[in-house]
């Protein structure tokens, strides 16, 4: 959990890696390591969970953590550039020191879905915090507690795909459906073409005794949601994830409220059945 | 927990006994210079209330919070430190109801379910806070619409109230008893007297049946009902209103350095600007001044009083309708909501 | 029956006239306020939303704020300065001069709050006003005051209080006062720069940041503002008093040559601030240098958009 | 305060005061090395706000050169710059900071001679008004205790 002092104080960690994720170098994934290795235990987190990614003189950005808790010794967030912090992040070296201030919010409700077929729906670079989640879900010590597990991912083009090593060893995996898709064909791509709702729409798991947890651009959430409809999905067992501007994190500086909602604290996970009672304010 | 009594002679000596050993704030000056500042006494009980709301002594416009050195050679380099809460013992002698319960409102998001604001805590939790009465409410007041009373209690250690050139005085906490108690206020009976004034202050102030139509109504009813474009077309999205606001609590969080290191601050923000809410990617879920107008008096008036069991996030002290350059009314807004059809 | 309910009567037929041809889709203008001293900006769209329309000397927002980016055909009730101003957005191509009616209200001059409270600083339960006075009525008192002890800083010296151009004025002219000769500022400058940077410094000292007298301004209407820029970020968003006067400074400077001294910025200002003397500096050097004064014409050239070969500049080495 | 170097932050136009430096440096012609140089296309870029950062951030003195009236590469960007400077000075030196820390002039690149008296009389005067105290933010203090 967070500092319970100070919930504000970021905790100190060391840039272990950085990989850049996409041809257009927007995207970089950053391997952190806990400076203290207390402060690891201490940032006990589940997948769908986000920290705040502090550097020192320019600000913090909310990110979706990328590893799962079943990975130990560091952690990962995928970071795209587009403003002044992330831009700075992007022009870091390994090494570096920074802060990271989490994990906030709620993980998705992976615990309280025990028993259940989940399929996951990941468009664009939204895919972190749900290979957070397939992750975890594979893990030996998790993986006999759910039912059929179905991976839903698409990208502009194979080289926007993210954590491509992870997804092709699930491709191999017999306990797990996995569809990957780019939305335009380009010679040499062997998976499914089409944007994500076109995909799901042809391998859309029954209804019946399963979640869905969508996470991706407001357009491809909104685009998805008939085709679960049409599949049978009731409001409550569409799960996803939102993204607001955010500060503080702990429901306190006010601006990424939904309603009497805050993202931060009281999401970034909500069912669509509790969405639809607030204010399409994200 | 009793009443007390302060008379005249012992006025000046009471003040000074609050002022001993920790700092007393209270109101001085007229009007739009009335401000909350430290003194010993006398304190003047003429005044109508502060210009600016008593937050800024919990939540100062501008909070340094964490500070980092950025020199190699330093220890911890890059590794923000915590400033602490800068409290020191505080005594506010003054406050009004409406501001006092407007506190709370804030306490109950600095202090949420999940989280606790350091800052905040340390000097909200330190301080007496002890309430001075409205006799006669000013005309832009409307606490008691709001749930409120020109006798208000919530928020306070002690209610006090101008009595035969002396105070009245009322102990509502143990801190506040122990602390009339070392100030040597003599114990009195006021409750009779407390309550009558009270029914004459309130008779001042209009009461609004509107609120509780607004309780009534479900949150996407009240959201999409067709009078918001209309409300906010004066608006001329300046924030004056949160600046004021007793219970606005957003701030902004903005790091500043130099060479050798740099702080991390926090300043008070406004809803009423665009960029409080705009994504990096360009995006803004409340783009233009309708949702960011929508926004300010749905907070107020229904998602604080959902989550804070109905106590409302307008306490009637009226500085929005009296700054506010368009004039646009809490009061006549809340009228339309509790009307307006989808 | 005054002057002043004479111009009420005339706003509110000439706005039915309007709306009811289809000569315009909205009127802006004035309605009481629900405080005392106020008139508030009111948008009449319907002959009926027409009875709410006044004038009145606590018109003090200047309404060619809610100009720009404004689609349709718009009348709008407007005061000397107020029709400088939207002139001023119509000349910036802010708003297209085939889409406004300027309803001309011959001015007498505003009514300054911060003035009457100085002499009455008791609280305002109500107040009425004639053409010549103000009454103020109070918890036990009543006091009428004359206008002429009250009126804006600004108003005092307004030497175009009818607007120099609208489609239609709705009384008769009234006087101007006599124009702003900056004595103040020379005795300003008198002193030493230490002394003058104390006296700024004072001026702005405080200051919330919140932006009200921008947000108020007609001629504030840049989609971002300096202020708002982040990258690079000009301005620290403190109370940093450097950054205060940071945007003090640009914000004059941003207004050069276009000021058309309403007022509006100061009366929206939350803490009193005299914002204007910031703008009073630069509309002197702007007068002095190019006899230049915004909005009287449409087709004046603002002076910092043309130049002369032999522009005076001394100070240039 | 003899040990006092003023910090001068220039603003100098592409094509001629930067020119000028230049060729005051081929030349031999030695000045003061003062001022920090921010190179612009044209003064016409200039926009007041570069000036109050400058000071902001604790500069000394700022100095601001352009091509001569009539001179400029693209035509009249000087002049129009002319009008903002007249403004601009006028309102910084109102408001309190002193003429001498704010500096003007038009020097074109063949001048090499006057960009070094100018440089030498810019820093002369700068330092005549001494640290700039007073127009900028406040010294940044971190509030940290040192840990050992």
């Known amino acids: 959990m967070i500092s319970v002092n100070n919930p504000y104080l970021p905790y100190p960690v060391r840039i272990a890696d950085i990989v850049v994720d996409s041809p257009d170098k927007s995207l970089r994934t950053f391997k952190f390591e806990f400076l203290d290795p207390e402060d690891e235990t201490r940032f006990e987190y589940l997948p769908g969970q986000f920290a705040e990614l502090s550097v020192p003189g320019q600000g913090e950005i909310p990110i979706g953590i990328a590893s799962s808790p079943t990975e130990k010794g560091y952690v990962l967030f995928t970071v795209n550039r587009v403003g002044q912090v992330s831009s700075y992040l992007h022009n870091m070296r390994v090494g570096d020191v920074m802060g990271v201030r989490g994990p906030l919010g709620h993980p998705y409700p992976v615990r309280d879905l025990k028993g259940r077929n989940i399929v996951v729906i990941a468009s664009g670079f939204a895919v972190t915090t749900l290979r957070a989640t397939v992750a975890w879900l594979l893990h030996p010590d998790n993986r006999p507690n759910y039912g059929r597990i179905t991976f839903v991912y698409g990208a502009r083009s194979p080289g926007h795909l993210l954590f491509r090593e992870d997804w092709e060893a699930w491709q191999k995996r017999d306990d797990i459906d996995v569809y990957v898709a780019i939305y335009k064909m380009v010679p040499g791509w062997t998976g499914k073409v089409g944007f994500v709702p076109a995909v799901l729409q042809e391998i859309c798991p029954p209804a019946e005794n399963t979640a869905a947890i969508i996470c991706g651009p407001p357009i491809a959430i909104k685009t998805t949601q008939p085709v679960l409809f049409e599949a049978g999905y009731k409001p409550d067992n569409i799960i996803m994830s939102l993204e607001n501007r955010m500060k503080c994190g702990l429901g306190i500086c006010g601006r990424c409220n939904v309603g009497p909602e805050y993202v931060c604290k009281d999401g970034p996970v909500f069912t669509l059945a509790q969405l639809n009672e607030l204010p399409p304010e994200y | 927990m009793s009443d007390y009594l302060v008379s005249e002679k012992t006025l000046a000596g009471f003040f000074t006994a609050l002022a001993t050993g920790r700092r007393l704030l209270a109101p001085q000056g007229q009007g739009d210079d009335c401000r909350l500042a430290e003194t010993t006494g006398p304190v003047s009980l003429d005044y109508a209330n502060t210009h600016l709301s008593p937050k800024g002594v919990f939540f100062p416009q501008t909070e340094k919070i964490l500070a980092f050195h950025k020199l190699a050679d330093k220890p911890k380099a890059n590794q923000y430190q915590d400033l602490g809460d800068q409290a020191q013992p505080t005594v506010i002698f003054g406050l009004r109801p409406c501001d006092a319960r407007g506190l709370t409102v804030s306490n109950r998001v600095f202090q949420n379910d999940r989280f606790t604001d350091p800052y905040w805590k340390g000097k909200y939790e330190s301080a007496i806070k002890i309430g001075l009465a409205c006799l006669n409410p000013s005309p832009q007041c409307f606490c008691a619409a709001m749930g409120g009373s020109p006798f208000g209690e919530m928020g306070l250690d002690v209610l006090a109230y101008p009595k035969d050139q002396g105070l009245g005085l009322k102990a509502l906490t143990p801190a506040g008893e122990e602390i009339l108690k070392k100030a040597q206020a003599e114990p009195a009976d006021l409750a009779a007297d407390m309550a009558a004034l009270e029914k004459k202050a309130i008779q001042s102030q209009g009461s609004l049946d509107d609120y509780a139509t607004i309780n009534e109504r479900k949150i996407m009813e009240l959201y999409k009902a067709d009078h918001w474009a209309k409300t906010a077309e004066p608006c001329l999205g300046c924030g004056v209103c949160t600046f004021f606001c007793p219970t606005c609590h957003c701030f902004d969080i903005q790091d500043e350095q130099n060479e050798v290191g740099g702080v991390r601050m926090r300043n008070w923000d406004t809803c009423m600007s665009p960029l409080f809410t705009l994504h990096g990617s360009g995006h803004n879920p409340r783009p233009s001044k309708v949702e960011r107008v929508r926004q300010r008096f749905m907070h107020k008036l229904k998602y604080i009083p959902l989550k804070q069991d109905g106590v409302r996030g307008c306490t009637g002290c009226g500085r929005c309708v009296v700054m506010c350059p368009a004039n646009i009314d809490i009061r006549s807004v809340a009228a339309v909501m509790a009307q307006a059809s989808a | 029956m005054g002057n002043l309910d004479d111009l009420t009567q005339k706003i509110r037929e000439k706005a039915k006239s309007l709306l009811k041809s289809g000569q315009v889709e909205v009127v802006i203008g004035y309605r009481a306020g629900t405080v005392p001293l106020v008139a508030a900006p009111f948008f009449a769209r319907s002959p009926e939303d027409c009875d709410n329309l006044i004038w009145s000397s606590f018109a003090r927002l200047n309404l060619a704020n809610y100009l720009p980016n404004r689609a349709g055909k718009v009348a709008l009730v407007a005061k000397g300065c107020d029709a400088r101003s939207a002139v001023g957005q119509v000349t910036e191509n802010q708003f297209p001069r085939e889409n406004l009616y300027l309803l001309g209200v011959p001015c007498a001059g505003l009514i300054d709050p911060a003035r009457v409270a100085a002499k009455e600083p008791r609280p305002i339960q109500s107040a009425t006003e004639s053409d010549e006075a103000i009454t103020i009525t109070g918890a036990g008192f009543s006091q009428e005051i004359k206008k002429a002890e009250v009126l804006r800083r600004n108003c005092q010296t307004c030497a175009h209080r009818t607007p120099t151009v609208s489609n239609e004025l709705t009384g008769p002219e009234t006087p101007n006062a006599p124009p702003d000769d900056f004595s103040d500022l020379k005795d300003l400058l008198a002193k030493t720069p230490a002394e003058r940077l104390a006296y700024f410094k004072d001026l702005i000292k405080d200051c919330l940041r919140c932006y009200a007298c921008r947000n108020a301004c007609p001629l504030c209407y840049c989609p971002i503002c300096f202020v708002d820029e982040t990258r690079p970020q000009w301005l620290g968003k403190s109370t940093d008093p450097m950054d205060t006067m940071t945007f003090h400074l640009l914000r004059g400077l941003h207004c050069a040559g276009r000021c058309t001294a309403c007022g509006t910025c100061e009366t929206a200002c939350p803490v009193n601030i005299k914002v204007r003397e910031f703008n009073r500096v630069l509309d002197k050097s702007v007068q002095e240098n190019w006899a230049y004064e915004p909005g009287l014409t449409w087709d004046q050239k603002p002076p910092l958009t043309i130049y002369q070969p032999n522009d005076p500049a001394d100070f240039i080495k | ?148």
Request: overall charge positive.
């Open chain 4, 1 to 148: 305060m003899s040990d006092f170097e003023p910090k001068v932050v220039a603003f100098f136009c592409n094509w001629c005061t930067y020119g000028a430096a230049d060729l005051a440096g081929v030349s031999r012609l030695d000045y003061p090395p003062n001022f920090r140089v921010v190179r612009l296309p044209c003064t016409g870029r200039l926009n007041p706000k570069f000036i109050m950062e400058a000071f902001k951030r604790g500069a000394d003195g700022v100095w601001v050169s352009g091509c001569h009236p009539g001179d400029c590469h693209y035509i009249a960007g000087n002049y129009h710059a002319r009008r903002k400077f007249v403004l601009l000075h006028t309102l910084l030196e109102t408001i309190g900071v002193e003429p001498n820390r704010l500096r003007f002039s038009w020097i074109s690149s063949a001048e090499a001679n006057k960009f070094q008296a100018m440089a030498r009389d810019v820093v002369e005067s700068v330092r005549a008004c001494g640290p700039n105290l007073t127009f900028r933010k406040a010294e940044f203090k971190l509030d940290l205790a040192e840990v050992a």
